[in-house]
Nanobody, 125 residues
Framework: VQLVESGGGSVQAGGSLRLSCQAS????????MGWFRQAQGKEREAVAA???????SYADSVKGRFTISEDNAKNTLYLQMNSLKSEDTAIYYC????????????????????WGQGTPVTVSS
């Protein structure tokens, strides 16, 4: 199983970016997939997740600004990030579960078996 993120970069505050996560060797979207991020010197945090039924979850810090979506035909997960803030600066990781976990665990990194290598996002103010 391989998850490859792309779309990161540098943007000014208020700008937008769209991250992509291409999945291969994985029964795409059978299980929950999510986006996490880790800023320098900080712990990894969950950003958003999408269940196999299409329901979504978001961290409070990104609600209303970020949107998680997918293209099943392309085996690709997306994260549309709008109204970016300097505090959104981090390395963003795509992750996928390998079994059904309760939705309440979506923030737990430990329930995701597969991880991408990360793509950096820098937001300048």
């Amino acid at each position: 199983v391989q998850l490859v993120e792309s779309g990161g970069g540098s943007v000014q505050a208020g700008g937008s970016l769209r991250l992509s996560c291409q999945a291969s060797g994985y029964t795409y979207r059978r299980y929950c997939m999510g986006w996490f991020r880790q800023a320098q010197g900080k712990e990894r945090e969950a950003v958003a997740a999408i269940d196999s039924d299409g329901s979504t979850s978001y961290a409070d810090s990104v609600k209303g600004r970020f949107t998680i979506s997918e293209d099943n035909a392309k085996n690709t997960l997306y994260l549309q990030m709008n109204s970016l803030k300097s505090e959104d600066t981090a390395i963003y990781y795509c992750a996928a579960q390998s079994r059904d976990w309760s939705r309440e665990f979506w923030r737990w990194g430990a329930v995701y078996k597969y991880w991408g290598q990360g793509t950096p996002v820098t937001v300048s103010s």
